[in-house]
């Protein structure tokens, strides 16, 4: 007796049986309990996700509704369906794909215009005496050429009553939108890899064969989403004839890297040892493993990583055994999710860098010393929290450890080597105070001389200072009067924060107009009114996009401000 595959022999036989479509199943249910059964749908999802089952079993429950659990029977009395021995046996015949009422075309090879006319010639044809529809099952509709598409037009918009048509396909944006709107679309949605792995446990449960939860989630992920293609990679580990399944079985078989070593090279990048990451590489390379499917399982291995760091080892997103859980979950502590985020980013950009590199191998060693460079994937946030520095990458000499370590730290006085003193206890910080102008000009110069944004209060002079209303005044030194149009209040603003500290008070700073006059228009080398600049400058301050780039950059300086003329004004003169 020929062999029948999993996929096959194990193929839904209801609406319940269709795994992970529970929406689509239970709105056909009600369809058919309402009576408003359309007359053309359209079915859409990617492979092995059960749109040509659910359309046999429509099918089935439209001409044979006793032989389907929990699907009513169309009520019309001009009707009447045959006996439940007679319905099974049709029921049979559909699920075969046998059966003469439920006629199914593969779009691929049936694209022309002939089929499509030939089809339609034999739709006027009524059903057999049993049953009660002629349903057209078109699989890989897309394929249909543009002639195949206008001719089925007007049949599919108004079939005859005993006609039913249900397309298929995995490219729905093929499909023309004249066809879109005659139909009712269900979109049907990859298989989480949850539910394929508890069908695969059903499955190896009917067949007497034990299996590792590791591989079954293995399998699942493997299946991306398609039961179809986790069931025939199941039937590629039974045909070994090994049992039980286990998760060397399917490494070998599939030629994937092993877990262990992946583990492995992952736990090398995070000691930060380049040269045991290099050597782990060369390791799985030389065990016949291509480079795109190392990169490939890397970059899985490392989503599950980056999937407990953000959502907790107990969340359902992560698609690992309890075993593996525990396992993965301690090696998620040894990374941040950024530094995870950026690992991925970097074998992403790696596997697309590869395709069209004359030496990916030298890309892929490239990326593999990034990736061991721990230190470099620390979350500043931790780093600013005073969390314990990462450990040394092995290999790495002591004195560039300390030397990081010596720059990461806050500068401080280091007292020279030698009998150690007890630390002098601090003395607080005398007070300046107002009544002295020159002394708190000083300090406040030395305060912030080293600060980038306060090089404008060298090109300014103190002015007076009002010691009783804690306002500081000062106005632009000679030789630097446009500086008056450069400095905002909120640079006024952040300089008396600095007064403030200095004089322990509320302090406000006011820049004063320039000094006037002949001989200060002299030295500046000015002819024209020495307030023309300044106040064209104060007017641009206060445009509303410039106040909203100050808002985004409060350390800008504005350089200049023109007023533009009339163009008008300027041809006449």
Same mark, same amino acid.
Request: proline share 6%; charged share 25%.
């Given at each position: 007796?020929?062999?029948?595959? =999993?996929?096959?022999r ?13 929406a689509i ?7 058919? #309990?309402t009576?408003r059964v359309?007359?053309?749908? !359209? ?9 040509t089952s ?18 009513p ?5 001009d ?9 099974q ?11 003469l ?8 090879s049936?694209?022309?215009?002939q089929?499509?006319?030939? +089809? ?5 044809l009524? @059903?057999?005496?049993?049953? *009660? ?6 699989d890989e ?7 195949a598409?206008?001719?089925? +037009? ?6 005859p009553?005993h006609?039913?048509?249900?397309l298929?396909?995995?490219e ?5 939108a004249?066809i879109?709107?005659?139909?009712q *679309?269900?979109d049907?949605?990859?298989? @989480? ?19 590792d ?6 399998l699942?992920? !493997?299946?991306n989403?398609s039961m ?7 039937d ?7 049992t039980?399944?286990t998760?060397t079985?399917?490494e ?5 890297p092993?877990?262990?070593?992946i583990?492995?090279l ?8 380049v ?9 799985l390379l030389?065990?016949?493993?291509g480079q ?10 490392l #989503?599950?990583?980056? !999937?407990?760091a953000a959502?907790?080892?107990?969340s359902?997103?992560v ?7 525990g ?18 980013a ?7 860098n590869?395709k069209?590199?004359s030496?990916?191998?030298a890309? =892929? ?11 470099k994937?620390?979350?500043?946030t931790?780093v600013?929290?005073g ?5 040394? @990458?092995r290999?790495?000499s002591?004195?560039?450890?300390e030397k990081?370590?010596?720059a ?6 280091r ?8 630390p *002098? ?18 300090? +406040?110069?030395n ?10 209060v060298?090109k ?6 009002d ?13 630097h ?7 905002t @209040?909120?640079q ?9 500290k200095?004089?322990?008070?509320r302090c ?8 006037t ?12 009114s020495p ?6 400058? #104060? ?5 509303p996009?410039?106040k909203?780039?100050f ?5 800008a300086?504005?350089l ?10 300027e041809?006449?003169?």
């Open positions: 007796m020929a062999y029948t595959v =999993l996929a096959r194990y193929r839904s036989q209801s609406f319940g049986d269709v795994v992970g479509q529970s199943a239970n709105t056909l249910i009600n369809a058919i #309990r009576s359309a007359h053309a749908y !359209l079915f859409c999802g990617t492979r092995g996700v059960g749109k659910m359309a046999r079993i429509f099918a089935r429950a439209l001409n044979a509704p006793a032989t389907v659990p929990d699907t029977t169309i009520e019309d009395d009707f009447v369906y045959p006996e439940t021995d007679i319905q046996r049709m029921a049979d015949a559909i699920m075969r794909g046998d059966d009422n439920v006629i199914e075309i593969d779009g691929a049936n694209n022309s215009v089929d499509a006319r030939d +089809l339609i010639g034999s739709a006027g009524a @059903p057999t005496a049993n049953a *009660r529809y002629k349903v057209y099952i078109i509709v897309h394929m249909l050429s543009t002639a598409f206008n001719a089925l +037009l007007k049949t599919m918009e108004e079939p009553s006609v039913k048509f249900i298929a396909t995995t729905p944006h093929k499909i023309p004249t879109h709107s005659r139909c *679309r269900f049907f949605k990859n298989i @989480p890899a949850g539910e394929i792995k508890q069908h695969l446990a059903d499955v190896l449960k009917t067949e007497k064969i034990g299996a939860d590791e591989v079954l989630y293995q699942a992920v !493997l299946g989403g179809r293609d986790a069931l025939s990679l199941l590629r580990l039974l045909a070994t004839g090994e039980p399944l998760p079985l399917l070998s078989m599939l030629g994937l092993a877990r262990e070593r583990v492995s992952v736990d090398a990048f995070a000691d930060g040892d040269t045991e990451s290099l050597k782990l590489v060369d390791a030389a065990t016949g493993i795109d499917q190392l990169v490939e399982v890397l970059i899985e291995h #989503r599950q990583l980056m !999937l407990i959502c907790g080892k107990d359902d997103l698609e690992l055994s309890a075993e593996s859980r396992r993965v979950a301690e090696q998620a502590a040894r990374f941040d999710a950024p530094g995870l985020v950026h690992m991925i970097l074998c992403d950009g790696l596997a697309r590869c069209s590199s030496n990916p191998r890309l =892929l060693d490239a990326v593999v010393v990034r990736l061991a460079l721990a230190e994937m620390a979350d500043v931790k600013l929290a969390a314990p520095p990462l450990p040394t @990458p290999g790495a002591a004195g560039g450890a990081k370590k010596l990461a730290e806050p500068t401080r006085s007292e020279p080597a030698g009998p150690q003193t007890p *002098r206890p601090e003395t607080a910080e005398p007070v300046i105070t107002l009544e002295d102008p020159a002394g708190v000009w000083s300090a +406040l110069l305060r912030v001389e080293s600060v980038s944004a306060f090089a404008w060298d300014v002079e103190l002015a007076g200072v010691a009783a209303g804690g306002v500081c005044r000062v106005r632009p030194r000679k030789g009067r446009d500086i008056a149009g450069f400095v @209040p909120r006024c603003d952040r300089l008396a924060a600095e007064l403030t200095l004089t322990a008070r406000r700073v006011e820049l004063v107009e320039p000094r006059g002949p001989a200060a228009q002299a030295n500046a080398g000015e002819t024209s307030q023309q600049g300044v106040g064209q400058r #104060r007017a641009a301050l206060d445009l996009l410039v909203d780039v808002d985004v950059f409060p350390e300086v504005l200049d401000a023109r007023k533009e003329q009339d163009e008008n004004a041809n006449d003169g």
